[in-house]
């Protein structure tokens, strides 16, 4: 079967003929209708050789979505031709925070070798994958497999952050979120949804503000010197409840910390190297809280395939084949990706899945 695989550091990643998995006890083969690319995969193969943690070849996309094609022995909670979305971060099974559906913040799962689909396992970019358990699907139920895979990862860590934070999004607040991407989209339009906040996005492209006002922000602001002193000024000077950074450079992150208030939160979910100084004399305002959430659970995804199932939310698409995944990493890499870069490696599938 194909597979796109990044075979060697620092080079751009191959389609290339692997073997087709055979689903042992307990595991469940999909075959693959969608597959989203995130820039979390750029992050990974921007990694030098010896920071690198995961044995290469590697086949990519930790956002996946398929049908069930087998089973192996054990499996009852699903059947075949049943159209499943991947939960991706795999934990331990055992341990409390796995049996509260908190395979994110699974403290083992490292130790004992462990690792996400495209992070350390074979992913969903390839024309079938192979799913650890049962319990890592979560059915679609009518939900469209091309909106469903981004909604894994760009829809499921945004809900995850949002959710956190909903105490301090009362009527008269004010949430930013700092880079519409492909996360970031998804981030306006939950926030629209699950709160009665004013939603402030900002960014550095005018095609990524007029994304966030089409998919619902109050207020767009260009992403500059200016967009602190401008975001205190929307906020009467008292600054915003929640601050979301989906980029998490050091530019981004400092205004992130000029323009949180008092008692608010800052949220840093981009992977773009910059740090946050955090403690008295650090630049924050007093009683804020920093946290940096990784994925969310599996409830939490069940919950955001809801949202999508009402059509409350949707995430802005472009489709790809397998066999032109390097180059739409190539163009997520050049910033040339409105919303997100989905891969259909059996071609164009229905809303149903089959």
């Known amino acids: 079967m194909k597979a796109v695989q990044y ?80 939960y991706g971060p795999w934990g331990c099974g055992r341990c409390r925070k796995c049996a509260e559906g908190k395979e994110n913040c699974c403290a083992y799962a490292a130790g004992l070798g462990i690792a996400p689909p495209g992070l350390g396992r074979p992913g969903a970019l390839a024309e079938y994958m192979l799913v650890d358990s049962a ?31 909903l105490p301090k999004l009362l009527p008269g607040s004010t949430a930013v979120v700092i880079g519409v991407g492909g996360l970031g989209h998804l981030a306006v339009q939950l926030l629209r949804a699950l709160t009665p906040a004013r939603v402030v996005a900002l960014d550095v492209g005018k095609e990524k503000l007029e994304l966030a006002r089409e998919v619902g922000a109050h207020e767009v ?75 969310g659970s599996r409830t939490e995804l069940m919950d955001v395939l809801e949202l999508a199932r009402q059509g409350v939310v949707s995430a802005h698409v472009e489709t790809f084949t397998l066999e032109q995944a390097p180059e739409a990493y190539a163009r997520l890499h050049a910033g040339e990706i409105g919303g997100r870069a989905v891969v259909l490696p059996q071609g164009p599938v229905s809303p149903s899945g089959v």
């Open 7 to 86: 075979r060697r550091v620092g080079h751009a990643p191959e389609v290339v003929e692997v073997p087709m998995p055979e689903p042992g006890p307990g595991q469940v083969l999909l075959k693959v209708t969608a597959a989203g690319l995130c820039h979390s995969d750029l992050a990974v193969m921007g990694w030098p050789e010896q920071q690198f943690p995961y044995a290469l070849p590697m086949t990519l996309g930790h956002e996946g979505v398929g049908t069930v094609a087998a089973v192996g022995a054990g499996v009852t909670a699903v059947v075949e031709g049943e159209a499943v979305a991947v």
């Open 135 to 165: 319990r890592h699907l979560v059915a679609l139920d009518g939900v469209d497999p091309v909106q469903a895979a981004p909604l894994t990862d760009a829809g499921l860590t945004p809900y995850h952050a949002i959710r956190r934070s």
């Open 221 to 295: 602001l260009l992403s500059d010197g200016e967009a602190a002193a401008r975001l205190r000024e929307l906020t009467g000077g008292t600054g915003a409840e929640v601050v979301l950074d989906f980029v998490g450079a050091e530019a981004t992150l400092a205004v992130a910390a000029a323009s949180v208030a008092v008692e608010g939160d800052v949220i840093v979910v981009g992977l773009g190297g910059g740090t946050l100084p955090v403690g008295f004399g650090g630049g924050l305002p007093f009683e804020v809280s920093a946290a940096f959430p990784y994925w």
